[in-house]
């Protein structure tokens, strides 16, 4: 089966096509980071505004190297969660080429496509696993017993960690999106001895909150105002070391509770090498693996969408009678996925 895949919650327009029995994949992404950038942040009528200009043009470039939409026997978008306006987009264009072709259709939880996008790499996870999603909007740790069989270990209080990034990346005075940018300060430097507190880590329980390190930041700032270069290198390094700590223990209680040997690690934050690096000498330590996406498939794509949403497709979920976006949907809202 073809699948054509539309991503448009927040602000990436990722458009792929993927044969689900070859696995064969092609994609395109159009990122709209430099159009927020001056407003520090995300605005949500803008990014809406780009989608529509950009996902209808990168659609027919991708069908026209693909032989047409004759070539596609379904069409899966992002149906949630996200921006109500960015979404919407996605979910029209994909109904209307459903509905004029005839073709089936389904809304595909952005989440999921996250958690299944480690699928797409040449050595994938097997079934159980511990999953710890992280990106801009969201911070999961998810026991995924096979496809569609999600389970929610702990979750953010607030912000989450992405969120925790960019808006301390933002007190630095570095450009959005801030996670990036504040590694690569942190990376400056080889030693801190700055202290930041790992939130709840003293508590049982799998939930995280991080904003109290972006006012720990500040605070500390304040104290060493007017911050000469290498404190300000510090805070960075301080900062990632205590979210980055957080996350390992986290995740560790997370794979000693459920008895699962296997770690996946999923969305934007999980191209932090500092993460990667961490989780990795933890999960040796325990006999466990850790599993990560290509740097491509961490951050928003198309591809992830089209594969979560083509094996649902395969398994004969379609949508029905469905007009509307979920800005807000939990994985754990979503339908088991038989076979
Ligand atoms: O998954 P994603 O692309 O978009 C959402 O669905 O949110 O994640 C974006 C988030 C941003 O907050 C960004 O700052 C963060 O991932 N991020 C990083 C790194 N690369 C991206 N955070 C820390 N270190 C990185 N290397
Ligand atoms: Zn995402």
Redesign the pocket.
Known sequence: MKVLGIES??D?TGIAIIDTQTGELQQRLYSQIERHREYGGVVPELASRDHVAKAAPMIEELLGHYGGIEQIDGVVYTRGP?LMGALMVGASIARALAWSRDLPLLGVH?MEG?LLAPMLSDDPPEFPFVALL?????TLLVDVEAFGQYRILGESLDD????A??KT?KLLGLPY????E??ALAATIKHTDLVFPRPMVDRPGLDFSFSGLKTFALNTMQKYSPLDPHKRAEIALAF?IAVVETLQIKCQRALKQTGHTRLVIA???G???R?RKRLDVMTRKMGATVHFPALEY???NGAMIAYAGGLRLQAGQRDVDVHDVLPRWSLEDLPALAG
Request: charged letters at 15%; a negative charge; proline letters at 6%.
């Open positions: 919650s927040c990436e996200g952005h996250h992280v990106s801009g909007g969201h989450a960690v992405g969120e990034f960019d990346a999106p801030g996670g990036p504040l590694a990632e969305g934007g934050v191209a932090n090498t993460l961490c951050t928003d």
